[in-house]
């Protein structure tokens, strides 16, 4: 709002109203007048006011939501009664929150019922005049938004930082970027949180669900499913020289034609993709998981599982992906999702306690159900955190990964011997013994735990279980092992018959005897 000075009969005038003719023209034209000391303020709808911040309920007070915001001051707070709103919103610049009565409430008067409509007619809700994060959605459904040549079906934000939280946004369709919501522009940063976005497409553009061109907007505590990008790639999200935060969400069952079924990021170096689930996408020509195009994100704790090719061009640390790419901290085991859709894991998931121990959460970060991000002492792989109330036991095999180790008790789900890799769950204070089983007796060499080298041929160890411990059982490399006796009951009787009959890598283990050779 401008505010602009006028001197009349030697009083000062303050004349408040709009620095946008657009909205002012929307607005009523209605004066409330003040006279203080002999100082007369003009008062326009949307001007600063000088009382406390309304609500205005629709329709008993306005009849459309858009007539709500034109007559709304900044703070105001507008409620919309359940109904079908057939509309195309602007904000124009009004910093006003528009929600849904309940907008917890998936039943009745929250976004199942409470539904703006966009009719086929353009974007169903278009913020560009440079609002903040106090200009804001809430609890609402938007549907049926249709745009050409034009970011946004659903939601299109240009230079504007509002904040999108627990909507339903589904069914849009443009024939450009951004089927669902389209963010652009250096001076955007909104923030996109808790919503479902779903069933949206890009019919020549990329980016079915979601949109980000140069933008640093937060990507939070999303469900995106269902999205395609019908001709381009992104089916899910597309970032393009964006430095987005995509963190905490559930990513799954979106296509794209091209690649990045789930997610494409473009020159987005500056962007964080962590503790995301991305399973079921696919994309017809190049990665079904994240594709990387041109400089590369920071991309972290995430499941990437049944998606096709999982990544392309991406360099991924502490994740759980199904086609084993290399990376630190990586592993490649069943997540052990709850099924039926559910993409929520299971207390036995492989997944729990093993993303990266030098994760420092965002402010206020949680999962993407609202639980503390970090539960039991390290943060999980994936959207979904479990507090299981323990340690964990994380043992492996070096270069052994599939060595047979007996674990005695059983942890807290049941679960006892195991082969490697695998993890336990074990309350303060149990003591787990470990043991190599005697398949693998003739390669090991000794346990290391917590990074600490314990006796050579120590099969046997047991481990205190006061925080997270890491148990790795050290083996000989080698694929082929000759065995020598004096005696006879080995693949040779001397040292030298086996040497001359190894190969590069083999080993040969001696039986106890006194050999009488010259080597």
């Keep these: 709002m401008g505010t602009m000075m006028k001197r009349i009969t030697g009083s000062w005038v303050a004349l408040a109203g709009s620095a946008s003719s657009r909205s002012m023209a929307k607005r009523s034209t209605a004066k409330t007048a003040m006279i203080l000391t002999g100082v007369c303020w003009f008062l326009g709808a949307g001007g600063p006011g000088l009382g406390k911040a309304a609500i205005i309920n629709v329709p008993v007070d306005q009849p459309t939501i858009q007539g709500a915001i034109d007559v709304s001051s900044n703070g105001d707070t507008i409620v919309v009664a359940p109904g079908v709103y057939v509309e195309n919103v602007v904000f124009n610049g009004h910093l006003v929150t528009v929600r849904s009565i309940d907008p917890t409430n998936l039943t009745t008067n929250g976004p199942t019922d409470t539904i703006l409509d966009g009719g086929a007619n353009g974007p169903v809700v278009t913020i560009f005049d440079a609002e903040d994060r106090t200009a804001m959605l809430d609890g609402l459904t938007l549907r049926n938004g249709s745009t050409f040549f034009v970011q946004g079906a659903g939601v299109n934000i240009v230079n504007s930082s509002p904040t999108i939280r627990r909507c339903i946004v589904e069914s849009n ?129 995430c499941i990437l599982w049944n998606n096709g090719d999982d990544l392309d061009g991406a360099t991924v640390t502490y994740s759980d992906i199904e086609d084993g790419d290399a990376g ?54 994936g959207a979904d955190e479990v507090s299981l109330g323990g340690f964990t036991l994380m043992v492996s095999g070096s270069p052994e990964v599939n060595a047979n ?103 040969i283990v001696v039986q106890p005897c006194v050999y009488h050779e010259r080597i």
């Design 173 to 301: 369709v443009s024939n450009f970027s951004g089927g669902g919501i389209g963010i652009l522009g250096a001076f955007a940063a909104p923030l996109i949180t808790e919503n479902t976005i779903r069933n949206n497409q890009t019919t020549t553009g990329d980016g079915g669900g979601i949109f980000c061109n140069a933008a640093q907007a937060e990507i939070t505590y999303n469900h995106i499913y269902s999205n395609s990008s019908v001709a381009q790639s992104g089916g899910g999200i597309f970032l393009l020289n964006a430095a987005a935060t995509v963190v905490g969400n559930m990513v799954h069952t979106n296509t794209a034609a091209a690649t990045g079924g789930a997610i494409l990021a473009e020159d987005s170096s500056g962007s964080l993709i962590r503790n995301n689930t991305i399973a079921d996408n696919v994309a017809t020509a190049g990665a079904g998981g994240i594709a990387v195009s041109g400089t590369t994100p920071t991309i972290s704790n």
């Design 405 to 507: 180790i007996l674990v005695t008790p059983a942890d807290t789900n049941g679960l006892g011997n195991g082969t490697t890799p695998f993890t336990r769950l074990y309350p303060a204070g149990a003591t787990v013994t470990l043991s190599i089983l005697p398949v693998d007796f003739d390669r090991f060499v000794r346990w290391e735990v917590d990074g600490i080298n314990q006796p050579i041929n120590q099969s046997t160890i047991q481990v205190e279980m006061d925080t997270l411990h890491t148990a790795v059982a050290k083996f000989v490399p080698g694929e082929t092992f000759l065995s020598v006796s004096c005696e006879g009951t080995g693949d040779f009787t001397t040292i030298q018959a086996a040497i001359n009959a190894a190969l590069d890598g083999d080993v």
């Design 328 to 381: 630190m901290g990586n592993i490649s085991a069943d997540p052990m999702f709850v099924g039926g859709g559910d993409f929520h894991i299971q207390p036995a998931s492989p997944c729990i306690n093993v993303g990266d121990p030098g994760m420092t959460p965002l402010t206020g970060e949680t999962d993407i159900d609202g639980q503390s991000r970090i539960a039991d002492g390290q943060v999980e792989i």
